[in-house]
């Protein structure tokens, strides 16, 4: 990953909501600068509270319990989880989600959503801010993640990000900064994938559990327990 530091049913919400912020330990600085104004934003918008926002992240947080995680108590209790770092390679092809010096997690100890394997969970997005962890040899097998969880939001390819674009990622989800409320698909497409001269060659990928979900999603507008089936949608930008 290139990193470039810039200046600067559906339902309405009708309770309270959860967002949770990783920025691995091995980023700082502007990026953490960045973290934190994403889950501020976020926070900022109604119905949602922030439940964790952390420099020093843990793969435990995002694991099924069974695989030696605590994702009950912390990503799959929040129904908007970001994870920012550098991925790592598994071999054969597989791309896992890096935590720096804290480890990595692949998709074998993931399933995030009321349908994981101990019947519990509350995740309904995930953006995975890591290189490559959905290019054509690593997708299929995080498919297998999404049972509840209505969409997994990341990179095909080796993409090159700015130290604002997850504060412009909030404020595209939330209508707010001077941007209008975008779905979840199109602010994460819009954030990362942009002829601006610096996301020019991004090729971003959301695995949606279906089509539903994936063209109508809002920060304040989502099924919070969408049907879960053995078909999944794959949506690449640019296709």
């Not at 991925?87 to 997690?105: K, M, R, W």
């Not at 900064?177 to 819009?190: D, I, L, P, R």
Request: hydrophobic residues 40%; charged residues 15%.
């Amino acid at each position: 990953m290139t990193i470039i530091l810039c200046s600067t049913f559906r339902i309405s919400l009708a309770y309270a909501w959860y967002e949770g912020v990783g920025l691995a330990i091995d980023f700082g600085g502007d990026w953490w600068t960045d973290a934190q104004g994403f889950a501020n934003i976020i926070d900022n918008h109604p119905s949602w509270n922030k439940y964790f926002v952390s420099n020093s992240p843990l793969p435990a947080w995002w694991r099924e319990e069974s695989y030696g995680g605590i994702d009950n108590s912390v990503a799959d209790y929040t129904q908007l989880s970001l994870m920012q770092g550098h991925s790592v390679d598994l071999g054969g092809g597989l791309i896992g989600v890096g935590f720096g010096p804290l480890g990595y997690t692949g998709p074998n100890a993931v399933r995030l959503g009321y349908v994981s394997p101990d019947n519990y969970g509350y995740a309904i997005w995930w953006f995975i801010v890591e290189c490559s962890v959905f290019k054509d040899s690593s997708y299929p097998s995080w498919l297998y993640t999404l049972t509840g969880v209505h969409m997994l939001l990341g990179f095909k390819n080796d993409a090159v990000i700015c130290s604002t674009d997850l504060r412009e990622l909030a404020n595209r989800l939330t209508g707010s900064g001077g941007y209008s409320k975008e779905t979840v698909q199109n602010a994460f497409f819009h954030t990362y994938v942009a002829q601006d001269g610096i996301h020019n060659n991004n090729i971003a990928r959301i695995l949606a559990e279906n089509t539903d979900v994936a063209n109508n999603d809002k920060i304040d507008s989502f099924n919070s327990q969408t049907p879960v089936d053995a078909t999944k949608i794959i949506i690449t930008c640019p296709g």
